[in-house]
Each structure stands twice: as C-alpha cells, then as structure tokens.
C-alpha cells in the first residue's frame, strides 16, 4: 500500500504562483513514478506533470511546460514538490498527487497510477 497526502492548494491571482506538495509512505521502489493531475469542474481529470522516484526523470504536459516545475525534496525524500508559476485561470482545479510504476511513454494515462491522494483545490482568479 501506498498513501499520499497533497499540501499546499489556495487562491491566487492571475500570474501568481503555489507551491504543491506530495507527502508519500508506504511501499514504492525506484522505479515508480510521482505523477501529478488535475481536474476542473465537469471536466475529466488530466496529467500535468510527473517525476520517477529517484528525481533523475521528468514529464510535462505542453499546457504547464515552463511555468510548472516537478522535483522531490531531498532534504525530505518522501515529499514531492510541484511548484507552479505564472498562473492562468485555466489551471483552476482539483490537484491530484498519485503514485505507480508505469511505462515511462504512458506515465500521463490516469489509470496507470493505483494509488491517489485526496487532492487539493487551486484556484486561479482573474
């Protein structure tokens, strides 16, 4: 079993900037994946970044590619950051932490990842 506890949702303005994290216990390996996703109203949940276990591997969807930056606290080894910068209303959501071992090609697909945390709210205002 894995669990994951996401930190860190709030309210911002247009251009403004959050800092998510990802605390996680639990059986994982060095092969698994941190994947982060999120999910606004009446819309279905979608990938926005990802991280392996050992921090050497990154993915980033194109719509958060160069505000969005995903890393692992090494002085924390358990907790994964999701720092996001420059903050549009589209990336108003529910964000999701959540942790697998999946085909590094496919590690967007939301049924790849078992184990889910029980997410945060962003809320980006114009």
């Known amino acids: 079993q894995v669990q994951l506890i996401e930190s860190g949702g709030g309210r911002v303005q247009t251009g403004g900037s959050l800092t998510l994290s990802c605390a996680v216990s639990?059986?994982?390996?060095?092969?698994?994946?941190i994947g982060w996703f999120r999910q606004a109203p009446g819309k279905e949940r979608e990938p926005v970044a990802a991280?392996?276990?050992?921090?050497?591997?990154?993915?980033y969807a194109e719509s958060v590619k160069g505000r969005f930056t995903v890393s692992r606290d090494n002085a924390k080894n358990t907790v994964f950051v999701l720092q996001m910068n420059s903050l549009k209303p589209e990336d108003t959501a529910v964000y999701y932490c959540?942790?697998?071992?999946?085909?590094?090609?496919?590690?967007?697909?939301?049924?790849?990842?078992?184990?889910w945390g029980q997410g945060t709210h962003v809320t980006v205002s114009s």
């Open positions: 959540a942790s697998d071992n999946p085909p590094w090609r496919a590690w967007d697909m939301v049924t790849n990842y078992d184990y």
């Open positions: 991280i392996r276990w050992a921090g050497d591997l990154t993915h």
């Open positions: 639990g059986r994982t390996a060095s092969t698994y994946y």
